[in-house]
């Protein structure tokens, strides 16, 4: 019995890090599936509907106009289904722009002021079924129909602002396209050191991802340069083993398909100072990104994000209990041969 546990543990770990590994991975290519935007966060700033209506007329000017969506969240607002007498308590995304650069899913396009997109749960609380297109809610003094399902954070509603909105904007998101010019909308509009490019989440969770097989690279690397120093006279098998394992590395850097950015890279290598500015500008960046105000559109990609740290995490661990386990085994099977 206890022979029979011994070889189902090891067993049990292999399912669970293949599992885990497969799930680290399933989540990063969802987040790899996200439309590639950058969020222009306006916390102390004063940015209202009219700069908005400014700013989108300048762009619309522009050969190469940016495509982006100003939005606006408010914590803790009613909606009601007076059909059912139903109400529950969301976070509202008020939007200037078409919806899907905010979230995915059905689109509310920027004319539709009588529309809204709410998710899936509160279609439950507030239908008890999710096919709840053209069906009516109460937001404060608006009636608006449902649209669709989102596909962002729960307890979400989405809706158009109207002509008439005072408040303030919070941020923009804008789509990196390859032809429009980020850098001179930033410089514009906004700050540099109040701006996420979202696909950090996507790199990050690529990096997680990475760990296990470049360990796994690294352990295989290692037994194949134990095995040349052995070989000593045996140039051929020494020269096959050499092949091998440069045959490897070239494989997993072919995988992992690394781009520096062009900013990233100095005129020459020498420049230490330019070094030592790009430092703090990312040491700046990280600060603000891991203190910054998380609104509903980055809680989404924060829940994939550390998902894929959990179960990358999860995965390791189990990789090296049971790579202990096994090593263990095949000592006491060695002595007792």
């Known amino acids: 019995m206890k022979s029979l546990i011994k070889h189902i543990i090891p067993f049990g770990l292999v399912i669970i890090t293949i599992m885990c590994f497969i799930l680290s991975i399933n989540y ?5 599936k996200e439309k590639h935007t950058i969020n222009i966060y306006f916390d102390d700033e004063n940015m209202s509907l009219s700069n908005i209506k400014s700013i989108r007329e300048e762009e619309e000017k522009k050969e190469n106009p940016v495509i ?9 607002q009613s909606i009601e289904n007076e059909e059912l007498n139903r109400s529950i308590e969301v976070t509202s995304i008020l939007v200037n722009g078409d919806s899907s650069l905010i979230v995915n899913g059905t689109i509310l396009f920027e004319d539709d ?17 999710t096919n709840i297109i053209g069906k009516k809610i109460k937001y404060k003094d608006r009636e608006l129909i449902v649209r669709g399902i989102h596909k962002g954070t729960s307890s979400t509603i989405l809706m158009q602002t109207l002509d008439n909105y005072e408040g303030n904007i919070n941020g923009i998101t804008l789509y990196k396209g390859k032809d429009t010019n980020i850098k001179n909308f930033i410089t ?8 996420v490019d979202n696909k950090i989440y996507y790199n990050f969770s690529k990096f997680c991802v990475l760990v296990l097989p470049a360990i796994i690279l690294i352990c295989i690397e290692f037994k194949l340069f134990k095995k040349v120093l052995q070989a000593k006279n045996k140039y ?29 890279l100095p005129n020459e290598w020498s420049d230490f100072k330019f ?12 600060k603000y990104f891991l203190y910054m105000k998380k609104y509903n559109i980055d ?39």
Do not use: R
């Open 28 to 32: 990063t290519l969802n987040l790899k």
């Open 68 to 76: 982006f969506t100003a939005w606006k969240q408010e914590s803790k």
């Open 113 to 129: 002021k009588e529309g809204c997109l709410i998710d899936k749960d509160t279609a439950y609380k507030l239908f008890g079924d």
């Open 188 to 195: 514009s509009y906004g700050s540099s050191n109040n701006t």
């Open 236 to 264: 051929i098998l020494k020269s096959l083993y050499i092949i091998l394992i440069l045959t490897l590395l070239i494989i997993f850097i072919k995988a992992i398909n690394i781009k520096i950015p062009l900013e990233m």
């Open 275 to 286: 070094w030592g500015e790009l430092y703090k500008i990312y040491i700046k960046k990280i």
């Open 299 to 337: 809680i989404f990609m924060i829940e994939y994000t550390s998902k894929v740290v959990l179960f990358s995490l999860i995965s390791l661990i189990s990789f090296f209990i049971t790579k202990s386990i096994i090593k263990k085994d095949f000592k006491y099977f060695k002595k007792s041969k």
